[in-house]
């Protein structure tokens, strides 16, 4: 199967900053989950260049628009190319062929009859780019609702309203996890959707609507619709292969937009919606909000990853809370998480094993039957598990799953001390059992650290590339490197 996975598409008002990488990091996760099942996949980003706040944000700054918001987009294309994130497709909003899909997508949803032409007038936030039915201040930024007042294009978003309760009823993995699909479930069923407002006269800075210059699409159409254009025209051939199977990871700060509006336009405009949209809470640093205006707050991900690596980040961000919950970032966490997990249940179990095996056969051997052993039944059990986890997108669990084994594993070896018993058919039996457990754990742990589980297949002779369809087949080829520290200790200072 064809599998298109995608990240935000970022804002470009400012720099990128480590609640990006969150959501990235995610998106990579699920990648790797996917090729593990023999998915060709694509992984998409980009960033959202049009809008009134971008362009008070180069007016600001005193740049042009398009050198302001090639700058931004530049500062995140790098970043994914400096955490070595396997981002296959960039797009950026001011891209001429997103235009021109974006403008097709228009056209769909106006010929289905959706879109009218009418007044506007309410509350709106700048900073967001949404509206407001009531209240003084952005429930997100905290800053004034602005009334706002003109003549606007509307989609009937209105008329979805049943379809999308129904959906989401009817799948259960549309948005994950299930406390982000109540909060959307509660939307819909507790309030009547108003038609959305979809063009602005406020602002030139953006996408012209078909047939009338003087209104610009309204910068979310703009932005959701790159999802479409990444993989380019809608009537391509690679658009149709990829686009049904889609998982979007997001935000929760931006889920209405992809859970309510995004389904409509696409229904209206004649498509498939995603399988999955996958909801990652928002990430704070010691209690406190990432913003410019508070400079402890701006981490530097590559900074961080110099000094935990990207496997460290990753794996921190899946243990510390389940997905879809808020995150609060504290560094001295983050290396006693990383060197107690990676460092020192990983990284020693795998020296062990290698250890024992240099020890008492540095040239490997055979078994070719798979033995019995309380082990592998345990360890088979627990495989089971970590799949079911992350086939509904528990990826916190398949994560907690994983270091389980690492620990059952580790415990075992403790328990039985192999050191002790004589060299012979029971010392051979037992660590082969153990390879064939720590071939299966490295697997197992892909999605979440590639980079480690990489070192520890190279450790044990395992192939290189890791496949869901490997675990639990027995391997009589048993054999070990030298023992080697795969995953070094974190110090403090660093």
């Known amino acids: 199967m064809k599998r298109h996975i995608t990240t935000p598409i970022y804002y470009a008002s400012g720099s990128p900053h480590l609640g990006h990488a969150y959501t990235t990091l995610v998106a990579t996760c699920l990648r790797r989950y996917a090729e593990m099942d ?10 959202d260049e ?15 628009l398009l050198k302001f918001v090639e700058a931004r987009s530049n500062e995140f294309a790098s970043l994914w190319q400096s955490l070595a994130l396997p981002i ?15 403008v097709d997508l228009w056209q769909r949803m106006a010929a289905n009859g959706d879109i009218y032409k009418g007044h506007y007038e309410g509350l709106y936030c700048v900073e967001c780019e949404e ?15 602005q009334k706002f007042a003109e ?6 978003l209105s008329a979805y309203q049943q379809r999308l309760i129904d959906h989401i009823k009817g799948h259960q993995n549309f948005i994950v996890p299930i406390a982000r699909r109540n909060e959307v479930l509660a939307l819909l069923t507790e309030n009547t959707l108003r038609d959305l407002s979809i063009s602005r006269t406020s602002t030139t800075w953006g996408i012209p609507v078909p047939g009338d210059n003087q209104h610009v699409m309204y910068v979310w159409i703009d932005a959701l619709a790159t999802y479409l254009s990444a993989l380019g025209p809608l ?6 292969e990829y686009w049904p199977n889609t998982i979007h990871c997001i935000g929760k700060d931006i889920l209405t937009f992809h859970a309510v509006y995004w389904p409509a336009i696409l229904w209206s405009a004649g498509l498939t919606i995603p399988d999955s949209i996958v909801v990652n809470g928002w990430l704070t640093v010691e209690g406190r909000k990432i913003a410019k205006s508070d400079p402890a707050t701006i981490l530097d991900p590559v900074e961080l990853t110099e000094c935990v690596t990207v496997d460290g980040l990753l794996h921190y961000f899946l243990k510390s809370v389940n997905l879809g919950h808020d995150l609060d970032f504290r560094r001295d966490i983050l290396i006693d998480v990383v060197n107690t ?3 020192n249940t990983i990284g020693n179990l795998y020296a062990r094993y290698s250890g024992l095996m240099q020890r008492f056969y540095p040239g490997g051997f055979v078994v070719e039957a798979q033995p019995k052993n309380r082990l592998l039944d345990e360890v088979a059990v627990l495989s089971e598990q970590y799949l079911h986890d ?8 398949a994560s907690k799953c994983f270091l389980r084994i690492a620990n059952l594993v580790n415990k075992d070896i403790q328990d039985v001390e192999p050191w002790r018993l004589p060299e012979g058919e029971a010392l051979q039996q037992y660590l082969a059992c153990l390879h064939h457990v720590l071939r299966d754990l490295a697997i197992l742990g892909e999605p979440f650290v590639p980079v480690l589980m990489q070192k520890a297949r190279g450790l044990i002779g395992s192939p290189e590339v890791a496949r869901l369809s490997d675990i639990g087949v027995w391997q009589p080829h048993i054999c070990s490197t030298e023992s080697e520290v795969i995953f070094p200790r974190v110090e403090y200072s660093t």
Request: aromatic share 10%; glycine share 4%; with cysteine.
């Open 390 to 397: 992350m086939e509904s997108f528990s990826l916190t669990q």
């Open 131 to 145: 509206y407001f039915t009531s209240g003084e201040n952005c429930p997100v930024h905290r800053v004034p609702l």
């Open 50 to 64: 049009h809008g009134q706040k971008i362009e008070q944000a180069a007016t600001r700054a005193d740049v042009p």
């Open 151 to 156: 003549e606007s294009y509307f989609f009937r």
């Open 341 to 343: 997990d990676l460092a």
């Open 235 to 240: 009537n391509s051939d690679r658009f149709a």
């Open 38 to 47: 023999d998915h060709e996949v694509i992984l998409a980003s980009g960033t």
């Open 88 to 102: 296959d497709l960039f797009t950026r909003t001011t891209a001429a062929h997103h235009q021109s899909v974006t």
